[in-house]
T-cell receptor, first 117, second 113 residues
Framework: DTGVSQNPRHKITKRGQNVTFRCDPI?????LYWYRQTLGQGPEFLTY????????KSRLLSDRFSAERPKGSFSTLEIQRTEQGDSAMYLC???????????????FGAGTRLSVL | AQKVTQAQTEISVVEKEDVTLDCVYE???????LFWYKQPPSGELVFLIR??????QNEISGRYSWNFQKSTSSFNFTITASQVVDSAVYFC??????????FGAGTTVTVRA
């Protein structure tokens, strides 16, 4: 069990550019979550997947944000036309929902820190 | 809407002192789940404990203990005999369903040698 892996760990981009982050969940986990964390705050929920289906999106996820989990394994989060307000830590988590893990605990990766200049 | 309040922004102690972190939550649901996570400087959130709303039994795990009081909507966390390695940001979180976590703003704990 290698844990949740996120790449890149850091991303610096200029305003207006597109960026894409990748998350590899714990291998047997069927749920995958994206959160955003700004300085001095707790993580805020963005969206989650059950296998390849995206089941909920927060109002925080504007039209410039899109997330995919094409084969129910890894996921990508893309931000188009980045703005300075997008600067934050983007955290990914995964869990095993269902009878196999009744506690459905979310395990987090180390995050991708985005800086928009 | 659910809400989690961690009133303490920062706590600084000397090694071996006890530290208690406060967490107060708001929810309209009768079934919900409470969590504590630790975020060390490396950034990764580390799961510590989960409680459901029907289980008010307090729990001790090594130097960690948790006090859940439904009557006051509180889920407090105590580190006994703190160590430098306990220095981190600690988050309390609430979940009304089996997916979305709502986090408090976190409490930064600094343990000095």
């Amino acid at each position: 069990d290698t844990g949740v892996s996120q790449n890149p760990r850091h991303k610096i981009t200029k305003r207006g550019q597109n960026v894409t982050f990748r998350c590899d969940p714990i291998s047997e986990h069927n749920r995958l979550y994206w959160y955003r964390q700004t300085l001095g705050q707790g993580p805020e929920f963005l969206t989650y997947f059950q296998n390849e289906a995206q089941l909920e999106k927060s109002r925080l996820l504007s039209d410039r944000f899109s997330a995919e989990r094409p084969k129910g394994s890894f996921s990508t989060l893309e931000i188009q036309r980045t703005e300075q307000g997008d600067s934050a830590m983007y955290l990914c988590a995964s869990s095993l929902a269902g009878a196999a893990d009744p506690k459905n605990i979310q395990y987090f990766g180390a995050g991708t820190r985005l800086s928009v200049l | 809407a659910q809400k989690v309040t961690q009133a303490q922004t920062e706590i600084s102690v000397v090694e071996k002192e006890d530290v208690t972190l406060d967490c107060v939550y708001e929810t309209r649901d009768t079934t919900y789940y409470l969590f504590w996570y630790k975020q060390p400087p490396s950034g990764e959130l580390v799961f510590l404990i989960r409680r459901n709303s029907f289980d008010e039994q307090n729990e001790i795990s090594g130097r960690y203990s948790w006090n859940f009081q439904k009557s006051t909507s509180s889920f407090n966390f105590t580190i006994t005999a703190s160590q430098v390695v306990d220095s981190a940001v600690y988050f309390c979180a609430l979940s009304e369903a089996f997916y979305k976590l709502s986090f408090g703003a976190g409490t930064t704990v600094t343990v000095r040698a």
